[in-house]
């Protein structure tokens, strides 16, 4: 009987994605059902709400990084969160597949009903370079590496004692004329210039702050007069715009334009380049969900359209505006999505009507810096002081709690009358590498446990061992293991054990899994090495796929006799004669009739290439490889067995002396019979 696995964890409700439209559906839903016993959990990234319009401040100095987030777990009591990334989405078991992280890789979640609220994904692959070199503006995590990159260019900029030289490292370029764009660079620039007096060698005219906007004035989502006032403000601080042009690529010193221009830049901020997200990219090409532009196709009650137990919102929902059109991906209309969600979830279990949501925009807000900015709110505009001052306050209230709030506004006060702060926080990351010791005894690790690195040994023996505790591997100095699992499922088959004092270098698995992927050569080989750690079922499977008379018979029965094979006193030439006259990849070299190793024909022709073609040096000079020795009358399962489990394509078979009597392959033994080798 087939035995099902229950999910880890049930809820009634599962939101999916902790941003604004997440918390605040969980928030409604919790006001709305109280005493219900209802079970709701958020399942989000990170166990914080970033406040990203705050962001730009953290990259400024304004703010500090701990007050633009806040505690899911604070600001939704009564709702479970749970930290992971979802891998996977399954609506007709109404089950959730998360990786939680190395220990808890494939935790699963069921629910009755599904709020999708992931947001939007990004993907700046279009733009050649753009990936590789430019920081974003997403996270708090990028909020403060852009912050120390930008210190940290300032810094080095102070050694230097070419004027050029300093000048190319402190050019900034900005790509994107929206919110996040417009008021990135303002606060690039307002942290130059309150900063630049302690700085004794860099000249004011040395840094510069360039904005590149495909648009013809900047947020283009307000009115003409409050654009084009911004780009003056802008202009006026010292940041360079350049108007009606793309980024064509970007390099680790320029970014390069449509128009042939070339802008040196050390450091380049990407505000561009909005994607679908790839859960709902994944459920949209599955037919799972209707999907229009890569976003998620909705009611006005926020009920995905045909599937009444599933709901989405935010920036990955085509949500319709009572007033006509979709409404904008703004922080303004995501959480009031997503309260309206929370209380039509609600009602839909109570069985109660649902109310779409009819909320049609307040207006618009940005910062330029420099204690300016431009509003649009309720029809009326405002710019400069009083803008400013309305953007810090609506924000302000928009603060979830209280604490943050008097946290915000004391440090905002601060700033009116302090210098900004230019300490460089750099901290030491964990180095992908990383290594242990072990004692004899000691367990690396044990079958069904998940997998995390790729293991070298630098010093003594770890045996890998399967369930029935028979020897897989025994790993010594220079050999490695741990690839078979990372290339597959990333879960161990077999359990790993130090049988002496033991030093491992420990490569981190997506450290791992990128070089394969980057490197095809590594790939080949971390491949092909994973063969030897083969299962017992698939052992057994290729010995019952041996003809049954072979079965039963030894090595001296099924090996080839008749071996092309080479003298260890010869002389290259000699090699490469024999490679014309009898074609092998593999020659067994012997010396007084003994086998003493194994000359690829490769390494051959490589000796030769590096000492010349006229070469004449003995065979036994050339790094032979290692033979693998068979007895001849080891029977043919077991021969199945350590040839598989060893990982190489041929054998050796030699008598107690170690006198060649012949070769033998896999492939000699599936088809039954001897031949030339």
Not at 189 to 208: C, K, M, V
Not at 377 to 404: C, E, H, Q
Not at 654 to 668: N, P, Q, R, S
């Amino acid at each position: 009987m087939l035995k099902v696995k229950l999910p880890d964890r049930q809820f009634d409700v599962a939101i999916i994605g902790g941003g604004f439209a997440g918390v605040y559906c969980a928030k409604a839903l919790l006001n709305h059902s109280v005493g219900s016993g209802l079970k709701i959990a958020i399942i989000a990234s990170e166990n914080h709400m970033v406040f990203q319009p705050m962001l730009p401040e953290v990259v400024g100095g304004s703010l500090s990084a701990q007050h633009v987030v806040n505690p899911i777990r604070m600001i939704c009591e009564g709702a479970e969160v749970l930290k992971g990334e979802v891998t996977k989405v399954d609506l007709e078991q109404k089950l959730i597949t998360l990786d939680g992280g190395a220990c808890t890789q494939n935790f699963t979640v069921s629910f009755k009903q599904l709020m999708l609220t992931p947001g939007a994904g990004v993907d700046l692959t279009r733009i050649p370079g753009m990936s590789e070199h430019a920081h974003q503006m997403r996270t708090v995590g990028d909020a403060m590496k852009l912050r120390a990159a930008i210190i940290s260019r300032l810094e080095e900029a102070n050694l230097l004692t070419h004027t050029q030289q300093r000048k190319d490292l402190l050019s900034f370029v900005i790509v994107g004329g929206g919110y996040s764009g417009v008021e990135t660079a303002g606060q690039i620039q307002d942290l130059i210039a309150g900063t630049l007096r302690y700085y004794e060698n860099i000249q004011p005219d040395e840094p510069s702050v360039t904005l590149v906007h495909s648009g013809e004035r900047l947020l283009g989502m307000l009115s003409e007069k409050l654009g084009d006032y911004t780009g003056d403000c802008l202009t006026k601080m010292g940041v360079k715009i350049v108007f009606k042009c793309r980024v064509r690529a970007v390099t680790a010193r320029t970014v390069q334009l449509s128009d042939g221009v070339c802008l040196s830049a050390s450091l380049v901020v990407c505000t561009v380049g909005n994607a679908p997200h790839p859960l709902l990219s994944s459920l949209g090409a599955s037919g799972a969900v209707p999907v229009e532009r890569g976003k998620v196709i909705v009611e006005p009650t926020g009920q995905v359209k045909g599937i009444p137990d599933v709901w989405s919102a935010g920036d990955c929902a085509l949500y319709p505006k009572s007033d006509g059109g979709h409404c904008p991906e703004t922080a303004q209309f995501a959480m009031r999505q997503g309260a309206v969600v929370g209380k039509n979830i609600a009602a839909s279990i109570a069985g109660k009507p649902l109310k779409p949501f009819k909320f049609t925009g307040l207006g618009e807000l940005a910062t330029i810096g420099h204690r300016k900015a431009v509003a649009q709110v309720l029809g009326f505009r405002f710019s400069g002081l009083i803008a400013w001052f309305m953007w810090r306050t609506i924000y302000l209230m928009k603060l979830p709690g209280l604490d943050r709030k008097l946290r915000v506004m004391a440090e905002w006060g601060f700033e009116l009358f302090f210098p900004r702060d230019i300490n460089l926080l750099t901290p030491s990351f964990s180095s992908p590498l990383g290594e242990m010791h072990l004692e004899p005894g000691d367990s690396l690790f044990h079958a069904g446990e998940p997998a995390m690195s790729l293991y070298a040994v630098k010093k003594g023996l770890v045996e890998i061992t399967d369930l029935q505790g028979q020897i897989v591997k025994s790993a010594g100095p220079g050999e490695h293991f741990g690839e078979r699992a990372l290339l597959t499922d990333s879960i161990w088959r077999f359990d790993a054990t130090a049988k002496e004092s033991s030093e491992l270098v420990a490569i981190d698995g997506d450290t791992f899994k990128t070089l394969v992927k980057a490197i095809g050569s590594l790939d080949t080989l971390f491949r092909a090495t994973a063969q030897q750690y083969h299962l017992p079922e698939e052992i057994q499977q290729t010995v019952a796929a041996i003809p049954e008379a072979v079965r039963t018979a030894t090595a001296a029965d099924v090996m080839t006799t008749s071996i092309a094979y080479l003298d260890a006193t010869s002389t290259v030439q000699d090699a490469v004669a024999e490679f014309q006259a009898h074609p092998h990849s593999t020659y067994p070299v012997t010396e007084d009739g003994k086998v003493i190793g194994l000359l690829r024909r490769s390494i051959a022709y490589e000796w030769l290439k590096n000492h010349g073609l006229t070469c004449v040096d003995k065979l036994k000079e050339l790094p032979l490889a290692k033979p693998f020795y068979l007895t001849a009358d080891t029977p043919v399962p077991v021969l199945v067995h350590t040839l598989m489990r060893s990982g190489v394509s041929k054998a050796i078979v030699v008598d107690a002396e170690k006198h060649l009597l012949g070769m033998i392959t896999l492939f000699d033994l599936l088809k039954g019979a001897k031949g030339d080798a």
